[in-house]
C-alpha cells in the first residue's frame, strides 16, 4: 500500500488554513507555500507540486458544491411542487454525485485508500443507491398518480361545460360526439345530447 499525500498528513490546523487559503483563490501557489511557511515555520511543509495537485481536487469539490447549490435554487425558484419536481431534481443531483464519486474511487491510486476502505466506501455507496432508487421509484408513481387526478379532474370539467354547451342547442349531436372524441371522452362516460 502506497503512503498518504503529504497534505493528508498535516496537522488539522495546517490542513484547516491551506483549505481557507485555497478556497479564496487569491494566492498563487508561491505566496500560499511564503504563507504558510511564515503561519507554520517548525511544519515540514508541502511541495509546490502537492498544493497544485490538492488546490485542484478542493476546487472540483467546491465547484460541484456550487453547482448543485445553483441547482436546488433554481429549482426551488423555478418549480411548482404539484408533481413534487424539486424532489426529482434533488434525487437527480444526489445520483450524479454518487455516479461522480464511484468514478473517483475507482480513479483513487492505492496511495490515497486501501482496499478495505474502497469496499467499505462501495458498500455504503451501494446501500444509498439502493435507498435512493426506491425513492426514485416511490417519486415516480406519486407523480403519476397526480398526472391521472389532474386528467380525471380536467375530463370532469370539459365534460361539464360540453354537457352545458349541449343543452344551450344550436350544436347538433354529431358535432358533440366529435368533441367528445377529439377529447377523449367516451361517449359512454357522458349522456350528452
Known amino acids: 500500500m502506497g503512503r498518504k499525500s503529504s497534505i493528508s498528513r498535516l496537522p488539522d490546523t495546517v490542513k484547516g488554513c491551506i483549505d481557507a487559503i485555497l478556497a ?50 433554481l429549482i426551488q425558484a423555478q418549480a411548482g411542487d404539484d408533481k413534487d419536481a424539486r424532489s426529482e431534481a434533488l434525487t437527480a443531483l444526489v445520483q450524479t454525485e454518487l455516479f461522480e464519486a464511484i468514478l473517483a474511487l475507482q480513479e483513487a491510486t492505492d496511495e ?33 398518480k397526480v398526472e391521472e387526478a389532474t386528467r380525471k379532474r380536467l375530463l ?14 344550436g350544436v347538433s349531436s354529431d358535432t358533440m360526439r366529435e368533441i367528445r372524441r377529439a377529447l377523449g371522452i367516451n361517449d359512454d362516460d357522458a349522456a350528452i345530447a
Open 156 to 169: 370532469e370539467e370539459q365534460r361539464a361545460k360540453l354537457e352545458a354547451l349541449g343543452g344551450k342547442g
Open 112 to 144: 490515497e485508500t486501501d482496499q478495505q476502505e474502497r469496499v467499505a466506501m462501495l458498500s455504503a455507496a451501494a446501500k444509498n443507491i439502493a435507498t435512493l432508487t426506491r425513492s426514485s421509484i416511490n417519486l415516480k408513481l406519486f407523480q403519476a
Open 24 to 73: 479564496q483563490g487569491m494566492f498563487t501557489l508561491d505566496e500560499l507555500r511564503a504563507e504558510l511557511e511564515q503561519r507554520f515555520p517548525h511544519e515540514q511543509l508541502p511541495s509546490r507540486s502537492a498544493l497544485h495537485r490538492y488546490g485542484q481536487k478542493l476546487e472540483r469539490r467546491l465547484a460541484a458544491i456550487r453547482a448543485s447549490t445553483e441547482a436546488a435554487r
